[in-house]
């Protein structure tokens, strides 16, 4: 653990906030996780019981540290109950009118010393911060999904961000086993200003029909040696995920390379998320996935 830096909240229970979550109460800290659906916060808990049992099958962890990270996590039902929290990070879904706004109600019952954390994947930390009433206490932290797997975390600072708090974010990134980069507040930072515009052109090339789904994702996986082909992450990551950084990309830096591809628009507007709806690039409703164009 960092300092004095030992309560943490996490807010969202999504599938990042569910990663933060799982690898901070790993880490020895205490986890109090708020999501504005109740439910969904006790759902999240069961899953990540079940990744750290699965990372204890593989021998990653040990059963007794699985036992006491789970133990370290507990829910919050109000915003209020982060009023001891050392460490807020926000994880709430990629939109920057709701972060704006989660920040809002938040920062009257943080206590004056507690530190701000935004998992944005593309939206300006600066202007973030400008919401709140602790710029120089706020910060980018972008983890990646899955976080319990994926080492990398971008740290980014907003204009006014602090060194002190820069400083706290490299050590507390430190203490979680995970390594961080230095990105500048420029949209989509490094890692998403990179990936999704190739994610997008993926789109393109299958709107315009050089390849079916499953030609352009083996093709990058054995041609390009890529983990999984871009269409597969793309429903990995979200489709209306990958539709907001291209906006933000679009809107940010006036390149029409940058414009979200009409298919992936369509695929949003029909519900077709990738896999949290069931259907993306993939059918996932059976046993195995599908390509569905």
Known sequence: MVGNITKIGVIGSGQMGSGIAHVTALAGY????????????EKTIAQIKEHLARQVASGKIEEEEAREALKRISPATALEEFKEAHLVIEAATENDT???KIFQQLCP????????ATNTSSISITRLAAA?????????MHFMNPVPVIKLVELVRGIVTEKATFDAAQRFIESLDKTFTVAEDFPGFIVNRILLPMINEAIYTLYEGVG??????????????HPMGPLQLADFVGLDTCFSVMQVLHEGLADSKYRPCPLLVKYVEAGWLGRK?????????GEEPVPTR
């Open 98 to 100: 709701i972060k704006r």
């Open 30 to 41: 205490d986890v109090r996780l708020y999501d504005i659906l109740e439910e969904r916060i």
């Open 277 to 285: 709806s069931g259907r993306g690039f993939y059918d996932y409703r």
């Open 109 to 116: 019952v943080l206590s004056s010393s507690a530190l701000l």
């Open 132 to 140: 709140t009433d602790r710029p120089q206490r706020f910060i980018g």
């Open 212 to 225: 079916s789904v499953h030609a352009i994702d083996t093709a990058m996986r054995l041609g390009a040696n």
